[in-house]
């Protein structure tokens, strides 16, 4: 016959497993740091908010039209990288703590060699989509990158980069992003 | 065994409202600016041009678009400036097209209308990357003013569809005939018309005529 401490104890393993899953199917929207100091939100933008909830970077402040997005932290948790990817584009951004507050920056288009690209692989015609993904940090200051580069024509071209985070001047665009903060190099066809 | 229930019952409750916050904490994507309406368009340019093999010119593009800002005044210097740049025609949204036309065809777009798709035939657009639109400040809905450089034809436009890094003067079929741009089915322009985009920051709210 079975106790009512029984009884709960088998529940309780129940509900925590259910709990678990709920929790962990969240947890797609909600990335920790792994010093568990900050999280990353997302939802209809895209935030740092501290242990207390409060934000201290919005880093996208609107995800309209967002098909995926993935992101990663650097070991130290001083850094995350986030991909952002549209119907037909792409955003890599990224923010960073540096003297002791949260920076945000995106990847510049003139990053991307497009034409340099296509000739590698024998197209032409300009790019009508692009997607990107992140492979994960090698280092402190960088991150491994993939993308897929679809030419006028239907073209597919997948292609490889590194992204680095520069350590270099920056310059405050308009929209509120250090331009500079981190440049995409070695692009190469996959 | 009283005990044993009442707490299943507080535990299940627990878990309801956890799941219930969960839920209703998820993102809808929904659009917030408001629709457009009035002329977007005009008629195309009047030289037929060379359609070439098995495509033909489309002449559907130009229906109603978003017209007019009601006061530009408001609007300052652009936030975004594309330069003189060749036109490329962005036929996404447009339910008259598929991929058998144009490879690159997507049935959505970035910006709706009513929840919709913006038609690229209806609605006069301006395509953007993400880095054009965070450094710039400009956000989908922003209006945007489209100039053909070799006629000076002008439209009003607005910033609907995200597209890949560098991409610059990618316009809507609705825009490139309200400013005599000619294109094929498959979204190939007649010749190598050149345009150029002028984006304006937080403009979306602003209605039109």
Not at chain 1, 150 to 161: D, L, M, R
């Amino acid at each position: 016959m079975r106790t009512p401490r029984l009884f709960l104890t088998t529940n309780m393993k129940v509900l925590t497993l259910l709990l678990v899953l709920t929790i962990s199917a969240a947890a797609a929207d909600n990335i920790p740091s792994p010093d568990g100091a900050y999280v990353l939100e997302i939802g209809k933008s895209v935030r740092i908010v501290d242990h207390s909830h409060t934000t201290v970077l919005t880093v996208v402040p609107n995800v309209q039209g967002l098909r995926e997005v993935a992101a990663q932290w650097s070991a130290d948790s001083q850094r995350v990288v986030l991909v952002l990817n549209y119907d037909r584009g792409a955003g890599v951004y990224a923010a960073y703590l540096e003297g002791g507050s949260w920076k945000r920056t995106i990847e510049q288009d003139s990053d991307f060699p497009s034409a340099d690209l296509a000739r590698q692989a024998g197209v032409s015609g300009w790019v009508a989509s692009d997607k990107r993904m992140i492979v994960g940090w090698v280092a402190a200051d960088r991150v491994n990158m993939t993308g897929e580069a679809t030419y006028k024509g239907g073209h597919h071209v997948p292609y490889a980069y590194t992204l680095v985070f520069t350590g270099g001047p920056t310059h405050l665009s308009r929209g509120g992003y250090e331009d500079g903060a981190i440049k995409g190099i070695d692009f190469h066809l996959k | 065994m009283t005990n044993g229930r009442t707490w299943r019952k507080l535990i299940w409750c627990g878990v309801l409202v956890i799941c219930s916050a969960i839920i209703s904490g998820c993102d809808d994507q929904s659009s917030g600016y408001p629709t457009g309406g009035g002329p977007g368009g005009s008629s195309p340019g009047s030289s037929p041009g060379d359609g070439g093999p098995g495509q033909a010119i489309n002449q559907n593009a130009g229906g109603a678009g978003y017209g007019t800002p009601q006061d530009s005044s408001q609007f300052g210097d652009p936030a975004f400036s594309s330069g003189v740049t060749v036109a490329k025609i962005d036929t996404d949204g447009d339910p008259n097209e598929s991929t058998s036309l144009d490879p690159n065809y997507n049935p959505e777009t970035t910006g709706t209308v009513n929840g919709a798709p913006v038609n690229s035939a209806q609605y006069a657009y301006v395509v953007m990357s993400q880095q054009q639109m965070a450094d710039s400040g400009v956000s989908i809905g922003d209006w945007a003013l489209v100039t053909n450089t070799s006629n000076g034809q002008q439209v009003w436009a607005r910033v609907e569809d995200t597209g890949p890094a560098g991409g610059t003067g990618e316009i809507s079929e609705a825009a490139a005939s309200a400013v005599g741009i000619q294109f094929q089915t498959n979204s190939n322009t007649i010749g190598n018309p050149t345009v150029t985009v002028q984006a304006y920051a937080h403009t979306a709210s602003i209605p039109h005529n």
